[in-house]
T-cell receptor, first 121, second 110 residues
């Protein structure tokens, strides 16, 4: 069955770098755009970034632009999110989500369970 | 990019209908038909229940329906059931390669 599994979260000191991964299975990973969406504790959903099916187009929320890099390896069916210079406000559950379309904006029709990132010294 | 505006809470009794609004601007909801709605139960991942304003994914009951008028999108849940109690989020493409979410609405089934 279709599955997305995030990993890489944990407790990280402020200012450090963290890379999250999202492994995909059960569908043709290379045909869909992929998103990262985060949710701070007790708060709503916040879109972070999207990458097109072929990895050529990448777009970021203004709140993370310049500190975050989204990438994908279609040969391994893995999506990545690198976050630099971690701040307290980056503390959240990070979800990867599959878009209905190859270039994004169609809605996330499959989601992982999320991985918790806690920025703390 | 500003978040979309949703009422923080909504409620209804079993079998009743409830409508949740999602207000944006002429640059997002008012311009694009890329409005989605998600249901999120506590401690769970979001689930897509409406895409492209009105499209219902396979497996989503037809008790859930979406619509749009001007800069406001709406989600209607008919025949409320206990399991419909959850948080609901709208999202919209906002142009310039940006996606925005609403702040979420907590639906209580009385």
């Amino acid at each position: 069955q279709e599955q997305l599994v995030e990993s890489g979260g944990g407790v990280v000191p402020p200012g450090k770098l963290l890379t999250l991964s999202c492994g995909a299975s059960g569908f043709t990973f290379s045909s869909r755009a992929m998103h990262w969406v985060r949710q701070a504790p007790g708060k709503g959903l916040e879109w972070v970034a999207v990458i097109s099916h072929d990895g050529r187009e990448k777009y970021y929320a203004d709140s993370v632009k310049g500190r975050v890099t989204i990438s994908r390896d279609n040969s391994k069916n893995i999506l990545y999110l690198q976050i630099n210079s971690l701040r307290g406000e980056d503390t959240a559950v990070y979800y990867c989500a599959r878009d209905r379309y190859s270039y994004g904006w169609g809605g996330g029709d499959a989601w992982g369970l999320g991985t918790l990132v806690t920025v703390s010294s | 990019q500003s978040a979309l505006t949703q009422p923080p809470s909504a409620s209804g009794s079993p079998t009743q209908s409830v409508t949740i609004s999602c207000t944006g601007t002429s640059s997002d909801i008012g311009y694009y038909n890329y409005v989605s709605w998600y249901q999120q139960h506590p401690g769970k991942a979001p689930k897509l229940i409406i895409s492209d304003v009105t499209r219902r994914p396979s497996g989503v009951p037809d008790r859930f329906s979406g619509s749009k008028s001007g800069n406001t999108a709406s989600l209607t849940v008919s025949g409320l059931q206990a399991d419909d109690e959850a948080d609901y989020y709208c999202s919209s493409y906002a142009g310039n390669n940006n996606l925005v979410f609403g702040g979420g609405t907590k639906l209580t089934v009385l």
